[in-house]
């Protein structure tokens, strides 16, 4: 088999494309990309079904945190969890207990966001509080909630819809609903 001058050149052609695409992708590349990327995912432990428990100045629980799984990544000291609860205790009152599908803690455990659907609950004597969300930010310290998504407070007698909401915990619950609220009362 005999190759013709031109079948060269069309290989050496090909070849010189494949060799100037490789380097235009390498040049394009963001070079703190790869390596940034690479120093974000590096796992420092990782745990299953664990219960964190946070105790007052008297030596009382505060607040628990339990999840299915918990990944703390070392360089960005972020700590992800799967199907996370938090309970915020209160004294002389039940807890308001806090779910959600997914969790990141930011570092030092400045906010932790709740991501995916958001379950708030408490029971009362009367019955229960059910505060339904997406996608809150959680601030620990000052124990207060916030979120952009819709919202709909069940309370028993009361349901109020909106869109975003801003949760204060401590010392009394008080929320504020940002927009588009509605509200439906039920007199007995």
């Known amino acids: 088999m005999t ?30 990309e790869n390596g940034a990327r690479q120093e974000r ?13 946070v105790l007052s100045a008297e030596g009382k629980p505060s607040q628990t945190l339990d999840a299915e799984t918990m990944t703390h990544y070392k360089n960005d000291d972020r700590t992800e969890m799967e199907k996370p609860v ?17 969790a990141t803690a930011l570092s030092g455990g400045t906010a932790v966001l709740m991501n995916g659907n958001v379950l708030i609950t408490r ?29 709909i407070i069940r309370a028993p007698q009361d349901e109020t819809h909106g869109t975003g909401m801003r949760v204060h915990f401590k010392p009394l619950l008080n929320f504020t609903i940002l927009s588009d609220v509605r509200r439906k009362h039920e007199m007995r």
């Open 123 to 151: 029971q009362t004597t009367d019955g229960e509080i059910r505060i339904i969300t997406r996608n809150v930010k959680y601030d620990p310290k000052a124990e207060f909630a916030e979120t952009a998504e819709d919202v």
């Open 86 to 102: 938090m309970t915020l205790f209160q004294e002389g009152k039940e807890p308001w207990v806090i779910r959600s599908e997914t």
């Open 3 to 32: 190759v013709s001058t031109r079948q060269i050149s069309a290989y050496l052609a090909l070849g010189l494309i494949a060799v100037a695409s490789a380097w235009l992708a390498d040049k394009l590349t963001p070079a703190e």
């Open 41 to 53: 995912s590096v796992v420092d432990y990782y745990s299953k079904n664990i219960t964190r428990t």
